[in-house]
C-alpha cells in the first residue's frame, strides 16, 4: 500500500528539474540578497575617501545589479518552486481521494465526513507549504548564514564574527529541542479541527431536524464547545511558537548592542573601516531574519510531518472487500441468485474487541433468474444489510453467496456493481440536472433510453411540467423535490442501466400504495429477464412478487413461499397482513 512519501517521491521523479532549478535559483537570488551589505560599504568607503565620481557609480551600480537580479530570480524560483508544490498538492489530493473511492463501508463508519475533509484540504495544504516555504525557508537562511558569515570574517576578523554568530548554534539547538512538541500540539491541531468539521458537516446535513425540533441554540453552543478546544489548542501552540522570535531578537539584539560599543572603538581606531563597519552592522541585521525564519520553518515542517502522519492512517488502511480471489471473464449473465449459511456482525466502529451482535444468522435461499423476491420483515432484521452484502460492501467468507453459480468474491467488484441496479432506502441525487442523475454521467446513455426509464417509473409527466424539464436542477442532495420524486428518479437512474440484478430497498415509501402497486406493476414488464428483490415493510407491495421472504427480528429466515402459501401458512407473514390490515386483535 502506498504511503504519503510515496506519492510525493512519484511525484517529484517526474517533475524534479523544475523543483531542482527553482531551488538552485532560490540560492544564487538569496546570494545576491546577501551581497547588497557589502557593496554598500564598498560605497560608503568610496564616499569617505572621496573617490572618482566613476567608482562611486560603479559601486552604485552593482548595489542596484545585485537588487534587480536578487528580485528577478525570486520571482522566477517562486513560480518554478511553488508551481511545483502546488501541483504536488494536487496530485496527492487526487489519489487521496482516489484510495477513499476504494474503501469498504467499514471505512466510513470509523471515519467521519468532516474529519475525511479537513485531511483532504487542510492536511494536503499544510504538506504543499512544507515542500514550498519548508524547503524555500531552509535553503535562504542556510545561504544567508553563508555569505553573512565569509563577509564578516573578511570585514571585522573572526573574534568579532564568531562573537556575532555565537547565538546561532544554541538558537538552532532550542528549536531542534522543541520540534517534538511542535508537531505533538500541531497534531492536537488538526484533530481538533476535524472534529470542528464534523459537526459542521452534521448540523448542515440535517439541519431541517435541527429546526424541527428548535435545537438551534443547543446546537451552537455544542458547537462553541468544540471551537474553545480548538481554540485551546491553538494558544499551546501559540506559547511555543511565538516564543522563538522574541528569543531569537533579544539574543541578536544584545549581539548588536556590543558590536556598537565594541565596533565604534574599531573604527576611531582605525582598525576598520567606517564602510566595514556599516556592512557588520547590515550583516547582524540580516542574519537575524534566516535564524528567526528557522523557528517559522520549524513549525511549518512539524505542521507538515504531522500532517503526512495523519494521512498515512489513511492511505495505509486497506479495503476488506477486494479483488484478490476475482477470476477475469467471470461475469453476471443470468441473475440466478444462492445464500448458502449466510452469517454476519457488523464491525465496531471503535477499536473495542468486543464481539459484535449477528445481524443474519445463518440465512439460506436461492433466487431464479428473472425471478422476483420481496424481503420483508420487523425493523432491524437485516433487510438492508442482506441488500448491502449483495453489492459486496462488506466482506463475505467464499461460498456463502453464488451469483449465476460463481462464487460472489470471483466476481470483479466493478464487474458485479455493474449488474447490480441498486435503489437505496435514502435515493440520494446530486446537486446536479435530472437527466445527468438519470444518467449519472454516463454518456453512453442516450436521451431516449432515460425517458423510457423515467416513464417506468411515472415520473416522466411530473419532470416534463418543471420549467426546464429534464434539465432541471434539483439541488443539494435533491432538495428542491419531494420524497416520491426522488424515489423515482433514484429507481429510473438504475433501470436505465438495464441490469441484471434490481434490487430495491424499501424506495417507495414516500410514495401511496395505489402509485406503489403502479409503478411495480411497470417494472415487472421493463423488467423482463432482470432478477429482482424488492426490500419492503408494506406487505401491498409483496403481493407483486413471485416469492416472499420473511425474517424475523433475530436476522433468521421465518418463511419463504408465495404469497398464498404464506398466507395459508399462518405465521409471520400472516400476522403482518392482519396488522397492516387492520384485522390483528391488540389483547
Same mark, same amino acid.
Given at each position: 500500500?502506498?504511503?504519503?512519501?510515496?506519492?510525493?517521491?512519484?511525484?517529484?521523479?517526474?517533475?524534479?528539474?523544475?523543483?531542482?532549478?527553482?531551488?538552485?535559483?532560490?540560492?544564487?537570488?538569496?546570494?545576491?540578497?546577501?551581497?547588497?551589505?557589502?557593496?554598500?560599504?564598498?560605497?560608503?568607503?568610496?564616499?569617505?575617501?572621496?573617490?572618482?565620481?566613476?567608482?562611486?557609480?560603479?559601486?552604485?551600480?552593482?548595489?542596484?545589479?545585485?537588487?534587480?537580479?536578487?528580485?528577478?530570480?525570486?520571482?522566477?524560483?517562486?513560480?518554478?518552486?511553488?508551481?511545483?508544490?502546488?501541483?504536488?498538492?494536487?496530485?496527492?489530493?487526487?489519489?487521496?481521494?482516489?484510495?477513499?473511492?476504494?474503501?469498504?463501508?467499514?471505512?466510513?463508519?470509523?471515519?467521519?465526513?468532516?474529519?475525511?475533509?479537513?485531511?483532504?484540504?487542510?492536511?494536503?495544504?499544510?504538506?504543499?507549504?512544507?515542500?514550498?516555504?519548508?524547503?524555500?525557508?531552509?535553503?535562504?537562511?542556510?545561504?544567508?548564514?553563508?555569505?553573512?558569515?565569509?563577509?564578516?570574517?573578511?570585514?571585522?576578523?573572526?573574534?568579532?564574527?564568531?562573537?556575532? +554568530?555565537?547565538?546561532?548554534?544554541?538558537?538552532?539547538?532550542?528549536?531542534?529541542?522543541?520540534?517534538?512538541?511542535?508537531?505533538?500540539?500541531?497534531?492536537?491541531?488538526?484533530?481538533?479541527?476535524?472534529?470542528?468539521?464534523?459537526?459542521?458537516?452534521?448540523?448542515?446535513?440535517?439541519?431541517?431536524?435541527?429546526?424541527?425540533?428548535?435545537?438551534?441554540?443547543?446546537?451552537?453552543?455544542?458547537?462553541?464547545? +468544540?471551537?474553545?478546544?480548538?481554540?485551546?489548542?491553538?494558544?499551546?501552540?501559540?506559547?511555543?511558537?511565538?516564543?522563538?522570535?522574541?528569543?531569537?531578537?533579544?539574543?541578536?539584539?544584545?549581539?548588536?548592542?556590543?558590536?556598537?560599543?565594541?565596533?565604534?572603538?574599531?573604527?576611531?581606531?582605525?582598525?576598520?573601516?567606517?564602510?566595514?563597519?556599516?556592512?557588520?552592522?547590515?550583516?547582524?541585521?540580516?542574519?537575524?531574519?534566516?535564524?528567526?525564519?528557522?523557528?517559522?520553518?520549524?513549525?511549518?515542517?512539524?505542521?507538515?510531518?504531522?500532517?503526512?502522519?495523519?494521512?498515512?492512517?489513511?492511505?495505509?488502511?486497506?479495503?476488506?472487500?477486494?479483488?484478490?480471489?476475482?477470476?477475469?471473464?467471470?461475469?453476471?449473465?443470468?441473475?440466478?441468485?444462492?445464500?448458502?449459511?449466510?452469517?454476519?456482525?457488523?464491525?465496531?466502529?471503535?477499536?473495542?474487541?468486543?464481539?459484535?451482535?449477528?445481524?443474519?444468522?445463518?440465512?439460506?435461499?436461492?433466487?431464479?433468474?428473472?425471478?422476483?423476491?420481496?424481503?420483508?420483515?420487523?425493523?432491524?432484521?437485516?433487510?438492508?444489510?442482506?441488500?448491502?452484502?449483495?453489492?459486496?460492501?462488506?466482506?463475505?467468507?467464499?461460498?456463502?453467496?453464488?451469483?449465476?453459480?460463481?462464487?460472489?468474491?470471483?466476481?470483479?467488484?466493478?464487474?458485479?456493481?455493474?449488474?447490480?441496479?441498486?435503489?437505496?432506502?435514502?435515493?440520494? +441525487?446530486?446537486?446536479?440536472?435530472?437527466?445527468?442523475?438519470?444518467?449519472?454521467?454516463?454518456?453512453?446513455?442516450?436521451?431516449?433510453?432515460?425517458?423510457?426509464?423515467?416513464?417506468?417509473?411515472?415520473?416522466?409527466?411530473?419532470?416534463?411540467?418543471?420549467?426546464?424539464?429534464?434539465?432541471?436542477?434539483?439541488?443539494?442532495?435533491?432538495?428542491?423535490?419531494?420524497?416520491?420524486?426522488?424515489?423515482?428518479?433514484?429507481?429510473?437512474?438504475? +433501470?436505465?442501466?438495464?441490469?441484471?440484478?434490481?434490487?430495491?430497498?424499501?424506495?417507495?415509501?414516500?410514495?401511496?400504495?395505489?402509485?406503489?402497486?403502479?409503478?411495480?406493476?411497470?417494472?415487472?414488464?421493463?423488467?423482463?429477464?432482470?432478477?429482482?428483490?424488492?426490500?419492503?415493510?408494506?406487505?401491498?407491495?409483496?403481493?407483486?412478487?413471485?416469492?416472499?421472504?420473511?425474517?424475523?427480528?433475530?436476522?433468521?429466515?421465518?418463511?419463504?413461499?408465495?404469497?398464498?402459501?404464506?398466507?395459508?401458512?399462518?405465521?409471520?407473514?400472516?400476522?403482518?397482513?392482519?396488522?397492516?390490515?387492520?384485522?390483528?386483535?391488540?389483547?
Amino acid at each position: 500500500m502506498l504511503t504519503t512519501k510515496d506519492h510525493i517521491l512519484y511525484y517529484f521523479s517526474k517533475k524534479w528539474k523544475m523543483y531542482i532549478c527553482g531551488l538552485i535559483l532560490v540560492f544564487v537570488s538569496t546570494y545576491f540578497n546577501a551581497s547588497i551589505p557589502r557593496l554598500l560599504g564598498v560605497a560608503i568607503d568610496h564616499l569617505r575617501y572621496s573617490s572618482p565620481p566613476n567608482v562611486i557609480l560603479i559601486a552604485a551600480r552593482n548595489i542596484a545589479i545585485a537588487a534587480f537580479l536578487g528580485f528577478a530570480l525570486r520571482f522566477i524560483w517562486r513560480y518554478l518552486v511553488f508551481g511545483f508544490t502546488r501541483g504536488a498538492e494536487t496530485y496527492i489530493r487526487a489519489k487521496l481521494f482516489e484510495h477513499l473511492e476504494t474503501q469498504s463501508s467499514e471505512f466510513y463508519i470509523k471515519h467521519s465526513t468532516g474529519d475525511i475533509i479537513t485531511r483532504s484540504i487542510s492536511d494536503v495544504l499544510s504538506i504543499r507549504r512544507m515542500g514550498g516555504f519548508g524547503f524555500v525557508g531552509v535553503l535562504d537562511s542556510i545561504t544567508i548564514l553563508i555569505v553573512a558569515g565569509v563577509s564578516m570574517f573578511a570585514s571585522v576578523g573572526v573574534i568579532m564574527s564568531l562573537m556575532a +554568530l555565537l547565538p546561532v548554534p544554541f538558537l538552532i539547538v532550542f528549536i531542534a529541542k522543541i520540534r517534538v512538541t511542535l508537531r505533538r500540539r500541531q497534531y492536537e491541531i488538526r484533530e481538533a479541527t476535524s472534529d470542528l468539521a464534523s459537526k459542521v458537516q452534521e448540523n448542515l446535513t440535517g439541519i431541517r431536524v435541527i429546526k424541527t425540533y428548535a435545537q438551534e441554540t443547543s446546537e451552537t453552543e455544542n458547537f462553541k464547545k +468544540l471551537s474553545r478546544v480548538r481554540w485551546d489548542k491553538e494558544i499551546r501552540m501559540a506559547w511555543i511558537s511565538n516564543s522563538i522570535a522574541p528569543i531569537i531578537q533579544v539574543s541578536f539584539a544584545i549581539v548588536f548592542s556590543l558590536f556598537i560599543i565594541f565596533g565604534s572603538q574599531m573604527v576611531a581606531n582605525g582598525t576598520i573601516s567606517i564602510g566595514a563597519f556599516t556592512a557588520f552592522n547590515g550583516y547582524i541585521i540580516m542574519i537575524t531574519w534566516p535564524v528567526s525564519q528557522l523557528g517559522r520553518v520549524a513549525e511549518v515542517w512539524q505542521s507538515g510531518l504531522s500532517s503526512i502522519e495523519r494521512l498515512d492512517e489513511i492511505f495505509k488502511h486497506k479495503p476488506s472487500v477486494t479483488d484478490d480471489f476475482a477470476e477475469e471473464g467471470t461475469k453476471v449473465t443470468h441473475g440466478f441468485i444462492e445464500i448458502n449459511n449466510l452469517e454476519f456482525a457488523y464491525p465496531s466502529p471503535s477499536l473495542s474487541t468486543d464481539v459484535a451482535p449477528i445481524v443474519l444468522d445463518k440465512i439460506s435461499f436461492t433466487i431464479k433468474a428473472g425471478e422476483t423476491l420481496a424481503i420483508t420483515g420487523p425493523v432491524g432484521c437485516g433487510k438492508t444489510t442482506l441488500a448491502s452484502i449483495l453489492l459486496r460492501q462488506w466482506k463475505i467468507p467464499q461460498g456463502m453467496i453464488k451469483i449465476d453459480s460463481n462464487d460472489i468474491n470471483s466476481i470483479h467488484v466493478k464487474t458485479l456493481r455493474a449488474a447490480i441496479g441498486y435503489v437505496p432506502q435514502d435515493n440520494f +441525487l446530486f446537486s446536479e440536472s435530472i437527466i445527468e442523475n438519470i444518467r449519472f454521467y454516463d454518456n453512453s446513455i442516450t436521451d431516449e433510453e432515460v425517458y423510457t426509464a423515467a416513464k417506468a417509473v411515472s415520473i416522466h409527466d411530473n419532470i416534463m411540467a418543471f420549467p426546464d424539464q429534464y434539465n432541471t436542477i434539483v439541488g443539494e442532495r435533491g432538495m428542491t423535490l419531494s420524497g416520491g420524486q426522488k424515489q423515482r428518479i433514484s429507481i429510473a437512474r438504475a +433501470l436505465v442501466r438495464k441490469p441484471k440484478i434490481l434490487l430495491l430497498d424499501d424506495c417507495l415509501s414516500a410514495v401511496d400504495a395505489e402509485t406503489e402497486h403502479e409503478i411495480i406493476h411497470e417494472l415487472q414488464n421493463y423488467m423482463q429477464n432482470t432478477t429482482g428483490i424488492i426490500i419492503t415493510h408494506r406487505v401491498a407491495a409483496t403481493s407483486l412478487a413471485d416469492r416472499i421472504l420473511v425474517l424475523n427480528s433475530n436476522g433468521q429466515v421465518a418463511e419463504i413461499g408465495t404469497y398464498d402459501e404464506l398466507i395459508d401458512l399462518k405465521g409471520e407473514f400472516y400476522k403482518l397482513v392482519q396488522l397492516q390490515s387492520g384485522e390483528v386483535s391488540h389483547d
